[in-house]
């Protein structure tokens, strides 16, 4: 494969199926599937190439690592269920089922998981001890439309999307009318209660803080529903959000799904939908610039930074979870 090659990239990404675990095809040192568009992109590692580490899924989603365990967590939507892979020797086994058709996942300020169930239309916390605590299933007494994605911020609160997409229909949760706008919300840790933070959105879905909180940035899928394809962001005052602008919006007529920051603030989103070529992971600077892209062989839907050094990234792309590790280090969220 030539350097930048899309035709070649075209060749296996609709070839995706067929692939086996581990590199993929055509691998050679630095993987040319990893994209530099600008010198800012310094997390390409020259002797590394995309892996995949786990395939079989309908839906792949909510990837979240857990340093302490040395595994990851994801959601397989239409099979009703959460995978976790062991990283010291691949293991993939089933971590949930009945899983409520849970999608976006994380973890609190002390390290429990903290998913988003469709099917339920609520999220929970997974206690230390295994038990399920229920945190919300509704507002002002109307049900919630279906929790996507979710992010825990230092001081405990936890902010998440409402879209709505398991109520849809039967494949990622279950038809069911809205009560709900699809509005973005704030979990207060003391009070227990939720405010709706943004409430503009068609489709709200990935979320995540910069490095400094200062700033959160949310997706918004609506095209599914007639809207835009962009990630906007907003400025964090205490428990309000202000001055919210259109951050990234090249994404139509593919879009993006989830997000994460990495430790210098640069935004990291998955791809797909759109041309083949595309699919896979962007990277932009915290002025918005493109700086870089993973190309993956599927459509991706979400990521996380994981691995003992946290150098690593994880995508859940469709059917498959593709690792890569990453030229960096240091502090990132769950
Ligand atoms: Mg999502």
């Not at 800012?40 to 309908?58: L, M």
């Not at 997974?126 to 001081?155: H, M, Q, R, W, Y």
């Not at 979990?187 to 409430?199: K, R």
């Not at 994981?306 to 995508?315: A, V, W």
Request: one cysteine or more.
């Amino acid at each position: 494969m030539h350097e930048h090659s899309h035709g070649g990239m075209n060749d296996w990404a609709t070839d995706g199926l067929r692939l086996p675990l581990g590199h993929l095809p055509g691998t050679r040192y630095p993987d040319s599937r990893v994209e530099v568009l600008d010198k800012r992109f310094t997390a390409r590692q020259g002797n590394a190439a995309i892996e995949r580490i786990a395939t079989g899924f309908r839906w792949a989603e909510g990837p979240v690592y857990f340093a302490d365990g040395g595994y990851l967590i994801w959601s397989d939507i239409p099979n009703n269920r959460m995978m976790r892979w062991l990283e010291d020797d691949g293991h993939v086994s089933v971590f949930r089922t009945p899983s409520n058709h849970t999608n976006g996942n994380t973890r609190d300020r002390e390290g429990r998981l903290v998913s988003c169930e469709h099917d339920s239309r609520r999220l929970t916390r997974t206690e230390l001890d295994g038990e399920i605590t229920v945190l919300i299933d509704n507002f002002s007494g109307k049900a919630l439309n279906g929790p996507n994605d979710i992010v825990v911020a230092s001081d405990g609160a936890i902010w998440f999307t409402d879209p709505g997409y398991g109520i849809d229909g039967p494949y990622e949760g279950h038809a069911a009318p809205a009560e709900l706008p699809c509005n973005v919300y704030r979990l207060d840790p003391n009070s227990g209660n939720a405010t709706v933070v943004a409430s503009d959105f068609t489709r709200p879905n990935g979320i995540s803080f910069s490095p400094d909180e200062r700033r959160l940035y949310v997706v918004d899928t609506g095209i599914t529903h007639g809207g835009p394809s962009h990630i906007r962001v907003f400025d964090v005052n205490g428990a309000r959000l202000t001055n919210g602008r259109v951050f990234a919006e090249d994404f139509a007529p593919g879009m993006t799904d989830g997000l994460r920051t990495d430790a210098k603030g640069n935004v990291w989103c998955s791809m797909g939908w759109s041309d083949p070529a595309e699919d896979g992971v962007r990277c932009y600077a915290p002025d918005g610039d493109m700086i870089g892209k993973v190309h993956l062989p599927e459509a991706c839907a979400n990521l996380c930074f994981g691995g003992k050094k946290r150098n690593r990234l994880f995508m859940t792309a469709s059917t498959s979870v593709y690792s890569l590790y990453l030229n960096m280090s240091g502090a990132m969220r769950p």
